[in-house]
């Protein structure tokens, strides 16, 4: 946990997943990010899902993990392993579902939104907290329920659309304050309307870095994942936020790393690199 003046910041844990480390790293050869995180046999390289809890007089959830509605064959293909999961790490942090107020979306891919609904043992899919008030970009919801063959394989509607029937669901236009020191800023870059969450209380900032940054690999400026759909866009937001960053000595929230759940990015010379605050 880390107190944030009138915030307590809990980063959770939805389990592991693999993907690409091609992919994961773009135009970064392989010879350099495989001495920062390993490949397996196919390839894949392991990294974490981590929901960042936010408590102060309401409960807030930023992103839910991928969730139990995957099939075996996308179980095989990422290589899931949610021994540790959302269940257990919430009952850790001494929290229920149902004490949840707020769930707000990065954005919708299915390891971000997988977890924002579960089914039931009749089969049908309801929302995972079912006393929150879902909040999406306006942007990003049309293109989650649009999706194109380039980015079809990451949005899947029952993670959200259930979320809409339910009545429970609140589209944000760019930019929107959440809550008193509560703040998103749109990054597009990933997707056209990715956000990341900025957290502001007692002089210090914290910021959920999502798929900006989604491992502590990703802080130089150009090692960028192929997965991004927008890559200029990701280096331009990166190579500000990251000034802004070192400068005001934020405390990064790393989403997908696999070890390092939040730090402060220093610079020593011209290089880069983390000064880790909690680890898992
Ligand atoms: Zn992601």
């Known amino acids: 946990m880390v107190r944030l003046g009138d915030f307590e910041l809990t980063p959770l844990l939805d389990g592991y997943f693999r993907l690409d480390g091609g992919a994961m790293f773009g135009v970064v050869p392989k010879t350099l990010w495989e ?3 390993p490949a397996d046999e196919r390839n894949r390289i392991t990294m974490a899902m981590r929901p960042l809890l936010v408590r102060s007089d309401r409960l807030m959830i930023i992103d839910a993990g991928c969730g139990d509605k995957m099939d075996a064959k996308s179980a095989d293909i990422y290589g899931f392993d949610r021994r540790e999961n959302l269940d257990v790490t919430m009952a850790r942090a001494g929290i ?3 004490d949840v107020g707020i769930v707000l979306a990065s954005h919708l891919h299915f390891d971000h939104a997988g977890g924002f609904t ?3 043992t009749s089969g049908a899919v309801r929302p995972r907290f079912p006393n929150a008030r ?3 970009n306006d942007g990003e919801w049309d293109d989650a329920t649009h999706p194109h063959e380039r980015n079809r394989a990451s949005y899947f509607a029952e993670n959200y659309v259930p979320l ?3 009545g429970v669901l609140d589209l944000l236009p760019d930019d929107r304050v959440i809550a ?3 703040r998103v800023r749109r990054t597009g870059g990933h997707t056209r309307f990715h956000q ?3 957290i502001e209380s007692g002089g210090k900032t914290a910021v959920f870095a999502a798929d900006l940054m ?3 690999a990703h802080v130089d400026v150009p090692w960028i994942m192929a997965y991004d759909l927008y890559p200029m866009e990701t280096l331009e937001f990166k190579r500000a936020f990251l000034k802004e960053a070192v400068e005001r000595e934020y405390i990064i929230f790393f989403e997908h790393d696999p070890v390092i759940a939040a730090g402060i990015i220093r610079q020593r010379d011209r290089r880069l690199y983390v000064e880790p605050i909690a680890e898992s």
């Open 196 to 198: 990341i969450v900025y």
């Open 214 to 216: 989604p491992t502590t």
């Open 164 to 166: 809409q029937e339910a």
């Open 118 to 120: 579960v089914k039931d």
């Open 180 to 182: 008193p020191g509560i």
């Open 35 to 37: 001495k920062r995180i």
């Open 96 to 98: 229920r579902a149902e």
């Open 134 to 136: 879902y909040l999406v």
